[in-house]
């Protein structure tokens, strides 16, 4: 069955990075948008950036410049470089992967990976 799992979160100071994975099982990426998620304590979840095989890529205000999204279908895995990370960073982190809609299915999640920006 469909799997998805991050990895990469971790503790990092203010206006260091971190590379954000998401490894997919039982499915393949191929024409699927892609995209990272984030919910703060007390937040709801909200979209971080998206990335689509023809439309391209859409980032949040609020991380555009900061953040970029990248995809390999050949490894079924999506990615997410955050640079100049700032303490409103820290969240839960959660991949998100979308089929086309003509293939009614999905969406699916994973599990999330915590991000904590903190000196």
């Known amino acids: 069955q469909v799997q998805l799992v991050e990895s990469g979160g971790g503790l990092v100071q203010p206006g260091g990075s971190l590379r954000l994975s998401c490894a997919a099982s039982g499915i393949f990426f191929s024409v699927d948008t892609m995209g990272w998620y984030r919910q703060a304590p007390g937040k709801e979840r909200e979209l971080v950036a998206t990335i689509a095989i023809l439309r391209g890529t859409n980032y949040a205000d609020s991380v555009k410049g900061r953040f970029t999204i990248s995809r390999d279908n050949a490894k079924n895995a999506v990615y997410l470089q955050m640079n100049s990370l700032k303490p409103e960073d820290t969240a839960v982190y959660y991949c998100?992967?979308?089929?086309?809609?003509?293939?009614?299915?999905?969406?699916?999640w994973g599990q999330g990976t915590q991000v904590t920006v903190s000196s």
């Open positions: 998100n992967v979308v089929p086309p809609t003509i293939a009614k299915a999905g969406p699916y």
